[in-house]
T-cell receptor, first 113, second 111 residues
Framework: GENVEQHPSTLSVQEGDSAVIKCTYS??????FPWYKQELGKRPQLIID?????GEKKDQRIAVTLNKTAKHFSLHITETQPEDSAVYFC????????????FGRGTSLIVHP | DAGVIQSPRHEVTEMGQEVTLRCKPI?????LFWYRQTMMRGLELLIY????????DSGMPEDRFSAKMPNASFSTLKIQPSEPRDSAVYFC?????????FGSGTRLTVV
């Protein structure tokens, strides 16, 4: 089955810096890669996603890149703010069915004011 | 849309007791998932249903865990008997195609 590795497990940055979280996947058939943000004590929520037919997608301060050949994808957050502090999960899923995702272990991002 | 609704939000129980967690998926969603989240193991998929039918329960840790989905609007996850190592946050999620939504979770503490 699919295996998703996520790094780093913790990331500490100063407000205004950029943050990058990286994930690799094992199944070349995976074609959908969502990212979830989980604030303390809350549910994971989708913040951005990318499909395998594009290499990059951007939404304001958040961007995701995908390298299908290397089977890795990354989340980039620019101009970080304290409210970006959360656990971020990457996931990968294959076509068909309901996009059942395999999640990474999560990255705890701490943005220091 | 009220989202995925889980109850209770918090549950504290004694070891050996039966625990039942409840989930109401988003209306119209055809998949329902149960996850367990701990610091040590992250998000673990326990079981998922498609149109109320269990499809994959390979993530269920032991026979003490069971899940049912008697209709499209309700699912339960039961632990009997509960043990301290079952303490975790249990999330339910439902989906239709790409629309994947988590509930608010149930924080279970077994003492």
């Amino acid at each position: 089955g699919e295996n998703v590795e996520q790094h780093p497990s913790t990331l500490s940055v100063q407000e205004g810096d950029s943050a990058v979280i990286k994930c690799t996947y094992s199944d070349s058939a995976s074609n959908y890669f969502p990212w979830y943000k989980q604030e303390l004590g809350k549910r994971p929520q989708l913040i951005i996603d990318i499909r395998s037919n594009v290499g990059e997608k951007k939404d304001q301060r958040i961007a995701v890149t995908l390298n299908k050949t290397a089977k890795h994808f990354s989340l980039h957050i620019t101009e970080t703010q304290p409210e970006d502090s959360a656990v971020y999960f990457c996931a990968a899923s294959k076509p068909g069915g309901s996009y059942i995702p395999t999640f990474g272990r999560g990255t705890s991002l701490i943005v220091h004011p | 849309d009220a989202g995925v609704i889980q109850s209770p939000r918090h549950e504290v129980t004694e070891m050996g007791q039966e625990v039942t967690l409840r989930c109401k998926p988003i209306s119209g969603h055809d998949y329902l998932f149960w996850y367990r989240q701990t610091m040590m193991r992250g998000l673990e998929l326990l079981i998922y249903f498609n149109n109320n039918v269990p499809i994959d329960d390979s993530g269920m840790p032991e026979d003490r865990f069971s899940a049912k989905m008697p209709n499209a609007s309700f699912s339960t996850l039961k632990i009997q008997p509960s043990e301290p190592r079952d303490s975790a946050v249990y999330f339910c999620a439902s989906s239709l195609g790409q629309r994947y939504t988590f509930g608010s979770g149930t924080r279970l503490t077994v003492v």
